[in-house]
């Protein structure tokens, strides 16, 4: 079955798109002002809204894995899964996490090391400030993103290979609204989840062509500049395009699988040439202490210390995740046909939050070592940009060059994941659910992504960004916990049936 009326979706979308690139370029400096009252307006009065979504759907997520809606298999009882379990991983957690990871791995516990958001007392040793700027981090990168994900993947794929509803986020809504799903007010859910797609994979791609200027940089002293960003924006925008032109089964899996052997590469050389003992014993020591503050680390609201360290972190994070996941959720779904609600769940849930660890550890607690035990100096280079902190690290070993190249190479090809597989999935939602969308629109969506991304970077860089996401991911946290409600529907009345 197809959704009748795809057409409003897809011009309303681009409509939208023209009008903000045609405003925020000729807003000019002026642009960057307002996306950054807005972004403090949204977050200041949504923080709270973000953070107990987050965890309203973690909760329901794990009720999910190990509930008794477990056994039933997406697709129906006779099917099995179309992807290899390593391709399957390999094609979601690159999806998923990319060049966030690669970004913010090393900048982001230097950041709340050096800085504490929830001030210690006094004499506090610096290691306790290190393990607990670990935990802050995991709790940005661990089981909230990839729970927030995991749901409304479920329920896309449930619609789409169960009921043999039209692949698009509108159709998880059947169980509540019925037809309707085919009126305006599917046409709205869908065009919030294109926008949100859009804008939540141009912030990440903006981040990552900024690293990437910063590893050429190091490598070819290029320089950085908005001028080198916008060529790189257009190049690996064209070799997006050429992967999504190639479909899931042959682009998009073997880049997939590609990112994860460059990346598994870059971080054998850290763990092997970088302090291996401290690196071992810390990754199971900061899971430890991420389960146990848990409970206090995502609850902690700011409410009597009236920081904005929150706004700007979490309430970020949360938007962010939440504006990707009408694409993340729509990617793992599908790809994810023949697997069952608690093997989805917990490959989704738990195997790329173990991934995402393992990877904090080695370059996040690497730089902590440097600066308790080594040489120091990195927490300086932050303020040269977060970009530049992984290539900081990286000068402290040997082949530096070298490893720089390969770290730069890691950002492209995750970049490319992220933009063609993003691409991919506003084709699906645009052409009506449609799992083989027309090549044409795949071209246009992959150069639509390119062309907002270097708008948010002309009209005000990393506050643009995180504008972007903050704005397209507060309706979609409204989404979230209907779609919760939707599948807890659809589910029961399953077990019932076939009770």
Not at 408 to 429: E, H, P, R
């Amino acid at each position: 079955m197809r959704v009748k009326a795809n057409v409003p979706v897809f011009l309303t979308s681009v409509l939208l798109i023209f009008v903000f690139v045609v405003v925020t370029l000729g807003a000019g400096g002026e642009a960057e002002r307002v996306f950054k009252q807005i972004q403090g307006a949204i977050a200041e009065s949504g923080g709270w809204f973000f953070v107990l979504t987050a965890n309203i759907i973690l909760g329901y997520a794990i009720y999910l894995m190990v509930g008794r809606f477990g056994g039933i298999r997406i697709g129906g009882e006779e099917t099995r899964p179309e992807f290899s379990t390593p391709a399957w991983l390999a094609m979601l957690f690159s999806a998923g996490m990319g060049i966030g990871l690669v970004f913010w791995a090393v900048a982001e516990p230097l950041y709340h090391f050096s800085a504490p958001p929830i001030p210690p007392p006094e004499g506090t040793p610096k290691y306790m400030l290190a393990q607990e700027a670990m935990g802050l981090t995991f709790l940005h990168w661990g089981l909230h993103p990839w729970a927030i994900y995991a749901v409304l993947a479920i329920g896309i794929a449930y619609a789409g290979f169960n009921k043999g509803l039209p692949l698009t986020i509108r159709s998880i809504f059947y169980p509540l609204i019925g037809d309707r799903i085919y009126g305006w007010v599917g046409h709205l859910i869908d065009i919030l989840a294109v926008l949100a797609t859009l804008f939540g994979v141009a912030t990440s791609l903006g981040l990552g062509v900024a690293q990437i200027n910063a590893g050429l940089d190091v490598a070819f002293g290029t320089g950085q500049s908005l001028a080198i960003k916008l060529w790189l924006i257009a190049g690996i925008t064209l070799i997006a395009t050429i992967s999504v032109v190639s479909g899931v089964k042959r682009g998009i899996r073997r880049l997939s699988e590609l990112n994860m052997v460059l990346a598994g590469l870059l971080m054998l050389f850290i763990i092997v040439a970088g302090p291996t003992l401290f690196i071992l014993n810390g990754y199971g020591q900061n899971i430890g202490y991420y389960l146990q503050n848990l409970p206090r680390l995502a609850t902690w609201d700011e409410t009597f210390t009236g920081g904005e360290w929150q706004n700007s972190w979490t309430v970020f994070y949360y938007a962010w995740w939440l504006s990707w996941s009408p694409f993340v959720g729509m990617f793992i779904a599908r790809i994810s046909f023949g697997r069952t609600v608690r093997e989805f769940i917990f490959a989704v849930l738990v195997v790329p939050t173990l991934l995402g660890f393992a990877w904090l550890t080695v370059f996040g607690g690497t730089a902590i070592d440097l600066e308790l035990f080594g040489s120091g100096g990195l927490i300086g280079e932050l303020s040269q940009g977060a970009e530049n902190a992984l290539f900081a690290l990286l000068n402290n070993f040997p082949y530096a060059f070298w490893t720089s190249l390969l770290a730069t190479a890691v950002v492209v090809t995750f970049f490319v994941t992220s933009s063609d597989s993003g691409s991919l999935v506003i084709d699906i939602i645009a052409a009506g659910g449609d799992p083989e969308p027309p090549i044409g629109q795949r071209v246009f969506w992959a150069t639509m992504e390119g062309v907002v991304a270097a708008v948010l970077l002309i009209g005000g860089g990393l506050a643009a960004l995180q504008t972007a996401a903050i704005t397209t991911g507060l309706p979609f946290a409204i989404v979230l916990l209907l779609v919760c409600c939707a599948i807890h529907r659809w589910f029961d009345e399953e077990i019932r049936f076939t009770a």
